[in-house]
């Protein structure tokens, strides 16, 4: 089945530095990858997902690059708010199955 | 255009019990799958239920069940109850399950305290 890893487990950033995760995975075949967004006391939120027939994709603040050759895909966050503070998960498809795989998260502080 | 919600918030059972979560998922979703999130995880695939059917089954014992509703919502059953078990269940609904190339909206999840 799809093994995802994500780092780094823990990520600090001022506010209105960058802050980007990275996750890989392991099928290649993998063809769907969203990102999840959780805040304490709620379940996770999808803030942005990319196929695997794109290289980039961006919605204001944040972006989601993958590369498929190295079966690596990132998140990246511009310009981080105290509000941006959560975790996050990356979640993977594999080609042979429906069901995503999520990464153990990684937990964001952003300073004020 | 609601979310999904799960019930109750939070439950407190002593092991050996039984327990049974619900979710209604959101409207226009035909797709529901059930998740574990033990403490300062990532969601533990149980299972997905596509238009009433079981459509897909993570590596979690027998003694976890469920059961769609022709309106799509769903439960979640688990016999037996061990001191493991404890964590947070999510419940997620999605378009087409067996499509998988849609995200899912989760509820904000069912607190499971096993004593």
């Known amino acids: ?112 | 255009e609601t979310g999904v919600t799960q019930s109750p918030t939070h439950l407190i059972k002593t092991r050996g019990q039984q327990v049974t979560l619900r979710c209604s998922s959101q409207s226009g979703h035909n797709t529901v799958s059930w998740y574990q999130q033990a403490l300062g995880q990532g969601p533990q695939f149980i299972f997905q239920y596509y238009r009433e059917e079981e459509n897909g089954r993570g590596n979690f014992p027998p003694r976890f069940s469920g059961l769609q509703f022709p309106n799509y919502s769903s439960e979640l059953n688990v016999n037996a109850l061990e001191l493991d078990d404890s964590a947070l269940y999510l419940c997620a609904s999605s378009l087409d399950g067996t499509k998988g190339n849609y995200g899912y909206t989760f509820g904000s999840g069912t607190r499971l305290t096993v004593v």
Do not use: M
């Not at chain 1, 950033?13 to 290649?28: F, L, M, N, P, R």
């Not at chain 1, 805040?39 to 994709?57: A, H, T």
């Not at chain 1, 998140?75 to 999520?102: K, M, N, W």
């Open chain 1, 1 to 112: 089945g799809e093994n995802v890893e994500q780092h780094p487990s823990t990520l600090s950033v001022q506010e209105g530095d960058s802050a980007v995760i990275k996750c890989t995975y392991s099928d290649s075949a993998s063809n769907y990858f969203p990102w999840y967004k959780q805040e304490l006391g709620k379940g996770p939120q999808l803030i942005i997902d990319i196929r695997s027939n794109v290289g980039e994709k961006k919605d204001q603040r944040i972006a989601v690059t993958l590369n498929k050759t190295a079966k690596h895909f990132s998140l990246h966050i511009t310009e981080t708010q105290p509000e941006d503070s959560a975790v996050y998960f990356c979640a993977a498809r594999s080609g042979g199955s429906y069901i995503p795989t999520f990464g153990r998260g990684t937990s964001l502080i952003v300073h004020p």
